[in-house]
């Protein structure tokens, strides 16, 4: 990963303000010029398991909605399997259909690709990876692109719908769906078959209506946590015990630092029409006074006893609630390209800044203009935590179709 480079056909926008009178604005690329991004981020010198694709998701989608032309190069140079892996595919693949765009170099193991986007349309798109490729994947690069749509979409993901390395399913409607709906929109996530590692076989469908324009947000007071409650769940050939067990490590560990809260985990069998393979695993989510959702989450693996399994859930969640923050580390990464998008000012708190995010800020800077300013909380309550608030400045965009 060291050294990529993503280099931006048509990097001048006209009449985009970025300043504190940013007006709503319909962008148009003007072609000619050419932006290279290399070395993109200091911190990409160091190769982190988790970024090539995220970099190829943040910066395909932007290209799409800004009408940018873009090459991707050295994709995932430094990992054992360079290049493209079937999920990477399938996700540009739909970004390709949505808007009738082209696609040179999408192969399996390709390291450079070139991406043409034309107009974003609405109506079915199917994506499927073929693997346990994550579907929450697939819907963190095709939602802001659909969401300027001519028309309705319909969104049918296949893959893996509780993966390693990926918001699990009940993640996305649980704790990302009711919060990325305060930027002024809504989807329906209906899944209709889970799937796990290795075979996949899941199928997620995701319908939504274009918007004219996403409102800011504002996530900075956390309030005090009233509920705690979760899913443990097991599926295909794997005893309806795991789950019990996943259930009750987790409300031990819980308990420990939480005493006056009932904590509600069920555990649940997932029936044999609704899940292929073989599964488990658990999510858990604490709900606070204002609104504010955190998770933690964990899916088992082979030899990995069920006890363990609850307790990393627990012990995410937990580390989540004592940073401060009124979002959790994997929700503010996938905020960011709605904060650069929307209209005015968005400001979000956090606990430590990944990676992630980092990346997801930088893209969305370099090719969407937006302008972001990450600061130190200077709340009293947060003077021994490391909390941080992440502000933005969206452009403006505006639907040119509604």
């Not at 078959?193 to 995701?206: C, F, H, T």
């Not at 909380?377 to 400045?393: G, M």
Request: aromatic share 6%; hydrophobic share 40%; with cysteine.
């Amino acid at each position: 990963m060291a050294g990529q480079r993503v280099e931006v056909d048509g990097g001048i926008m006209e009449g985009v303000s970025t300043g504190p009178e940013a007006r709503p604005v319909a962008l148009q690329p003007r072609l000619g010029r050419r932006v290279f991004l290399s070395d993109v981020l200091a911190l990409l010198s160091h190769p982190h398991p988790w970024q090539g694709g995220q970099i190829l998701r943040v910066s395909t989608a932007l290209s799409c909605l800004l009408g940018l032309p873009l090459r991707v190069q050295k994709i995932r140079a430094g990992r054992s399997t360079p290049g493209l892996r079937p999920q990477h595919l399938s996700g540009l693949e739909m970004i390709r259909d949505l808007c009738d765009g082209q696609l040179e170099g999408a192969e399996i193991g390709s390291t450079e690709i070139m991406f043409t986007p034309e107009k974003i349309k609405g109506g079915v798109h199917t994506a499927d990876t073929k693997t346990a490729g994550s579907v929450c994947l697939l819907m963190q690069v095709s939602m802001p692109c659909v969401l300027f749509a001519a028309s309705p979409s319909e969104l049918r993901l296949k893959g893996g719908t509780n993966a390693e390395m990926a918001p699990q399913i009940d993640y996305t409607a649980m704790v990302f769906k009711p919060i990325v709906e305060k930027f002024g929109f809504q989807f329906n996530c209906d899944i209709k078959m889970r799937g796990y590692y290795p075979k996949g076989g899941g199928e997620v469908i995701v319908r939504m209506s274009p918007v004219k324009q996403l409102n800011p947000i504002n996530l900075t007071d956390r309030g005090s946590v009233t509920k705690i409650y979760g899913r443990a769940f097991v599926a295909g050939v794997l005893p309806f015990k795991v789950a019990k067990d996943m259930a009750a490590a987790a409300v031990r560990c819980i308990r420990k630092e939480i005493r006056d809260l009932y904590v509600n985990i069920q555990p649940v069998q997932e029936p044999k029409d609704q899940a292929f393979g073989n599964g488990n695993g658990i999510i858990i989510i604490a709900e606070t006074s204002t609104g504010c959702l955190f998770a933690g989450s964990s899916l088992g693996k082979r030899g990995v006893n069920a006890d363990k399994v609850g307790i990393e859930a627990a012990e995410m969640l937990l580390a989540n609630l004592r940073h401060g923050g009124a979002v959790d580390e994997y929700l503010q990464d996938q905020l960011i390209i709605f904060m650069a998008l929307a209209c005015g000012v968005s400001r979000i708190k956090t606990g430590p800044v990944t990676l992630h995010t980092q990346t997801a800020i930088h893209f969305a800077e370099q090719l969407a203009k937006a302008k972001f300013s990450v600061k130190k909380s200077e709340d009293e309550d947060d003077a021994s935590k490391d909390t941080y608030i992440i502000e933005c400045q969206g452009i403006g965009m505006t639907n040119p179709y509604l």
